[in-house]
């Protein structure tokens, strides 16, 4: 498995802490910045619009501590199949890192990569 393994575990671990009471489908993120890891779980709301997806919540970590980039992004769920990012987090990381390896990977430990150019390849920037 080619995979970054702290961020595999980190995003293992942070899954555990998702609040998902209406989907029950929780999913945990681990990006890496200047050799620092920053984690994210999804957040659910009841006024679904004000829910958070992993991958926001590992950025809005990220950039609360003052980092503006990542080279690398885990995204780790429990699904039959590896969850791919939505289309809000697709823009969300490739505002902050549009060549970044994605890695999706279920408990099955099936695997797939992409940069985020791939995954969302006219992405809007300035």
Known sequence: M????DLYEAAIAVRQKAHS????FKVGAALRSANNIFVGAN???ASYGLSRCAEQSAIQTMVSSGYKDFTE?????????PASPCGACRQIL????????V??????????????????????SF
Do not use: Q
């Open 21 to 24: 009471p209406y989907s029950n």
């Open 103 to 124: 890695f999706i990977i279920n408990h099955k430990k099936v695997l797939k990569t992409f940069t985020v150019k791939e995954l969302l390849p006219e992405g809007f």
């Open 73 to 81: 992004i885990v995204i780790y769920t429990e699904a039959d199949t």
């Open 94 to 101: 490739f505002e902050f890192s549009p060549d970044a390896k």
């Open 2 to 5: 080619n995979i970054p393994k």
């Open 43 to 45: 957040v659910e709301n």
